[in-house]
């Protein structure tokens, strides 16, 4: 089972940026496609963006669409994903998701994924 560790994590004020990234174990990370998913208090997890194994083509929420950019790095195993003019409601745990299965290319639901990291808090101030 493949592990991810996701960290970059932190409070910024509104307006601002910060960078997550998420390590995975394995050799056969350029066959997984992966994901960003975020979960604010007391609501139900979020799809954020994803990017496919084959061509890195991405996906993203319309809430999130020209303000973050998902990104992937084969040679180190690692998917970033880059947060620009955050807002306040995009508090929230961000998890990061790999997906082995073949089929849907970027899924967009979270039970499509097969290995979840721990997640990291951001938070944004007014």
């Known amino acids: 089972q493949v592990q991810l560790v996701e960290s970059g994590g932190g409070l910024v004020q509104a307006g601002g940026s910060l960078r997550l990234s998420c390590a995975a174990s394995g050799r056969t990370f350029s066959s997984y496609t992966m994901g960003w998913f975020r979960q604010a208090p007391g609501k139900e997890r979020e799809f954020v963006a994803a990017?496919?194994?084959?061509?890195?083509?991405?996906s993203y929420a319309d809430s999130v669409k020209g303000r973050f950019t998902i990104s992937r790095d084969n040679a180190k195993n690692t998917v970033d994903l880059q947060m620009n003019s955050l807002k306040p409601e995009d508090t929230a745990v961000y998890y990061c998701?790999?997906?082995?299965?073949?089929?849907?290319?970027?899924?967009?639901?979270?039970?499509?994924?097969?290995?979840w990291g721990r997640g990291t808090q951001v938070t944004v101030s007014l």
């Open positions: 998701a790999v997906r082995s299965r073949w089929g849907v290319k970027l899924p967009t639901w979270d039970n499509a994924y097969d290995s």
């Open positions: 990017i496919s194994r084959s061509d890195d083509s991405t």
